[in-house]
């Protein structure tokens, strides 16, 4: 890799690496005019609030001290460059991976600082991991992350440069500066021949957006709570990896217009998916019909991970301590992770086949994230390489096993709702054909009681009738008499057949009870008025 100019890691206190530099850059027309100079001040501290002649300090300490305690001051370097070209010079500023970094962009040949700030000051280029990109840069300078500086034709200009931490994740080894065709070369150096990664990333977006489309429709369509669920989680997931990888498309969508939300929302972005993913579980499986002692305590474990994510986003806006944050989130998700085995056991011995495909897509990605965590602890931490190419293959592997076994689990599921709602339908088919049947029966018996009671009141008027018009005709009253009483009888039958029918019609009488009373209201009026013993036998 050549730079143009310099890099302040090498660039000592030594007159003979000041030759050797200035002979280098000389070759492109530029000249170190002022040795680099570097001192630490408090974390607020501005460029016009800084002492005329700061307190200088060796390189060797200022790097110590910003590997040290980076959070707590504000790191400043100056130095000078003179273009001796008569062309303005547009180059690029490497400055590693800072959270933020001030370029204050000044000219002329007095370099105490109370008249740069007081004349030549003449821009400010903010720059930083945690910024979006400054106005004016090149798409080089974007993904490389890098800073735009002209150095304008046959003069000097001074650059104080202000580096600050909010977080403890940096990587800084000094400056570089970088021409156009420097940095175009430099670029295409570091792209690695084999694209495979790439194109792997890619396909596993293009994965993930194809199932949160289908999970989308599925549940427009059939409005179950797993679905909304399941569609929530995979969003979860293509928003962290989005924020891991945005930058890799070079598309500029959400996390790349505004980095903070990457500190911000890291761990939240994997703390929110694993309770959606014990919702959408409790939902999968019917847990509260099916496993109510089980659904209680997942209901716990979902509180508790939604307290700790609210808690962990207040943390880390507050504090920025992402080390802090990692070392417990390790703790709880081992924790969580150890309780979910509990979990499975537990379902294991159901033995049902939903059961073995939530079982399996949940070892699938805790064995990914658990890899993807060892692996980027050996690499970044160990500092021992592996040889993988991108620790996030692991965590995405189980994602996609996952994700298909779910998907298969809800295919297997629609199925079997499918042939319990046609068993339903066959059931309450036959239902409906003995209903007709009874029916059929019921109107059946209501046309032989209409004809009975039609026969019964006809023959027992008819008979009134031909009896009143012989008592009427009689020609003694013992004959009237006589006639009288046979219209009585008549009249009492016809009554009590009557009662009968109309007893039995009435469904308040359609119980045992009723018809052990009415049994032996028969008995008492036909047997005990003849003086007749009697005895009922009701199995």
Same mark, same amino acid.
């Not at 081992?334 to 294991?348: E, N, P």
């Not at 059929?440 to 006809?458: E, P, S, V």
């Given at each position: 890799?050549?730079?143009?100019?310099?890099?302040?890691?090498?660039?000592?206190?030594?007159?003979?690496?000041?030759?050797?530099?200035? !002979?280098?850059?000389?070759?492109?027309?530029?000249?170190?005019?002022?040795?680099?100079?570097?001192?630490?001040?408090?974390?607020?501290?501005?460029?016009?609030?800084?002492?005329?002649?700061?307190?200088?300090?060796?390189?060797?300490?200022?790097?110590?001290? #910003?590997?040290?305690?980076? @959070?707590?001051?504000?790191?400043?370097?100056?130095?000078?460059?003179?273009?001796?070209?008569?062309?303005? *010079?547009?180059?690029?500023?490497?400055?590693?991976?800072?959270?933020?970094?001030?370029?204050?962009?000044?000219?002329?040949?007095?370099?105490?600082?109370? @008249?740069?700030?007081?004349?030549?000051?003449?821009?400010?280029?903010?720059?930083?991991?945690?910024?979006?990109?400054?106005?004016?840069?090149?798409?080089?300078?974007?993904? %490389?992350?890098?800073?735009?500086?002209?150095?304008?034709?046959?003069?000097?200009? @001074?650059?104080?440069?202000?580096?600050?931490?909010?977080?403890?994740?940096?990587?800084?080894?000094?400056?570089?500066?970088?021409?156009?065709?420097?940095?175009?070369?430099?670029?295409?150096?570091?792209?690695?021949?084999?694209?495979?990664?790439?194109?792997?990333?890619?396909?596993?977006?293009?994965?993930?957006?194809?199932?949160?489309?289908?999970?989308?429709?599925?549940?427009?369509?059939?409005?179950?709570?797993?679905?909304?669920?399941?569609?929530?989680?995979?969003?979860?997931?293509?928003?962290?990896?989005?924020?891991?990888?945005?930058?890799?498309?070079?598309?500029?969508?959400?996390? %790349?217009?505004?980095?903070?939300?990457?500190?911000?929302?890291?761990?939240?972005?994997?703390?929110?998916?694993?309770?959606?993913?014990?919702?959408?579980?409790?939902?999968?499986?019917?847990?509260?019909?099916?496993?109510?002692?089980?659904?209680?305590?997942?209901?716990?474990?979902?509180?508790?991970?939604?307290?700790?994510?609210?808690?962990?986003?207040?943390?880390?806006?507050?504090?920025? !301590?992402?080390?802090?944050?990692?070392?417990?989130?390790?703790?709880?998700?081992?924790?969580?992770?150890?309780?979910?085995?509990?979990?499975?056991?537990?379902?294991?011995?159901?033995?049902?086949?939903?059961?073995?495909?939530?079982?399996?897509?949940?070892?699938?990605?805790?064995?990914?994230?658990?890899?993807?965590?060892?692996?980027?602890?050996?690499?970044? !931490?160990?500092?021992?390489?592996?040889?993988?190419?991108?620790?996030?293959?692991?965590?995405?592997?189980?994602?996609?096993?996952?994700?298909?076994?779910?998907?298969?689990?809800?295919?297997?599921?629609?199925?079997?709702?499918?042939?319990?709602?046609?068993?339903?339908?066959?059931?309450?088919?036959?239902?409906?054909?003995?209903?007709?049947?009874?029916?059929?029966? *019921?109107?059946?018996?209501?046309?032989?009681?209409?004809?009975?009671?039609?026969?019964?009141?006809?023959?027992?008027?008819?008979?009134?009738?031909?009896?009143?018009?012989?008592?009427?005709?009689?020609?003694?009253?013992?004959?009237?008499?006589?006639?009288?009483?046979?219209?009585?009888?008549?009249?009492?039958? #016809?009554?009590?057949?009557?009662?009968?029918?109309?007893?039995?019609?009435?469904?308040?009488?359609?119980?045992?009870?009723?018809?052990?009373?009415?049994?032996?209201?028969?008995?008492?009026?036909?047997?005990?008025?003849?003086?007749?013993?009697?005895?009922?036998?009701?199995?």
């Amino acid at each position: 890799m050549r730079k143009l100019s310099f890099v302040l890691a090498c660039l000592l206190i030594s007159t003979t690496t000041r030759a050797q530099l200035t !002979d280098f850059a000389a070759n492109k027309g530029i000249l170190i005019a002022d040795s680099p100079t570097f001192f630490v001040a408090p974390p607020d501290q501005d460029f016009f609030s800084l002492p005329a002649k700061p307190a200088h300090i060796p390189w060797t300490q200022f790097l110590q001290q #910003l590997n040290t305690d980076p @959070r707590r001051h504000s790191f400043w370097i100056r130095l000078g460059l003179r273009n001796t070209s008569g062309a303005d *010079m547009d180059c690029s500023l490497d400055y590693g991976e800072l959270d933020y970094i001030d370029l204050i962009v000044s000219r002329g040949g007095d370099d105490s600082l109370a @008249r740069i700030k007081a004349h030549g000051l003449s821009s400010v280029i903010q720059g930083g991991m945690l910024r979006r990109p400054p106005p004016g840069a090149s798409y080089l300078q974007r993904e %490389s992350n890098l800073l735009p500086v002209r150095l304008p034709a046959s003069s000097v200009t @001074r650059l104080t440069i202000r580096i600050r931490q909010r977080t403890d994740e940096y990587n800084f080894d000094g400056l570089a500066l970088y021409d156009a065709g420097t940095l175009a070369a430099d670029f295409v150096n570091r792209l690695p021949q084999d694209r495979s990664w790439l194109i792997i990333q890619m396909l596993f977006q293009g994965f993930l957006l194809c199932q949160l489309i289908y999970a989308l429709f599925q549940w427009l369509i059939i409005r179950r709570p797993e679905y909304r669920y399941y569609l929530i989680y995979m969003t979860l997931i293509l928003l962290y990896f989005l924020s891991k990888q945005e930058s890799l498309f070079g598309v500029t969508i959400l996390f %790349s217009r505004y980095p903070l939300l990457k500190v911000w929302f890291g761990k939240t972005l994997l703390i929110l998916p694993y309770f959606v993913y014990f919702r959408f579980i409790r939902s999968f499986l019917e847990m509260p019909a099916n496993y109510p002692a089980l659904n209680k305590w997942i209901i716990r474990v979902e509180r508790f991970l939604l307290l700790y994510a609210a808690a962990d986003l207040l943390f880390i806006c507050v504090t920025f !301590d992402r080390k802090t944050q990692t070392a417990v989130y390790t703790t709880v998700f081992t924790a969580v992770f150890l309780l979910t085995i509990g979990f499975m056991i537990y379902m294991y011995r159901h033995r049902q086949t939903l059961i073995y495909y939530v079982i399996s897509g949940s070892l699938f990605v805790a064995t990914g994230h658990i890899l993807g965590l060892l692996f980027s602890y050996l690499e970044i !931490d160990r500092h021992i390489d592996l040889g993988v190419p991108d620790i996030f293959v692991f965590p995405q592997a189980g994602i996609v096993l996952e994700v298909l076994c779910f998907t298969a689990g809800l295919s297997y599921k629609s199925q079997k709702t499918e042939q319990e709602k046609i068993a339903g339908q066959e059931r309450l088919i036959e239902q409906l054909q003995a209903n007709e049947l009874l029916q059929a029966r *019921m109107q059946h018996i209501r046309n032989k009681i209409a004809q009975d009671l039609h026969d019964d009141i006809g023959s027992t008027l008819s008979s009134i009738s031909i009896l009143s018009n012989l008592a009427i005709q009689g020609n003694s009253n013992t004959q009237a008499l006589q006639t009288m009483n046979e219209i009585k009888d008549s009249s009492m039958l #016809l009554m009590e057949r009557m009662d009968d029918i109309v007893w039995s019609i009435n469904p308040r009488n359609d119980s045992l009870d009723n018809l052990l009373m009415r049994i032996r209201h028969f008995a008492t009026t036909l047997f005990e008025a003849r003086g007749i013993d009697y005895f009922i036998d009701i199995q």
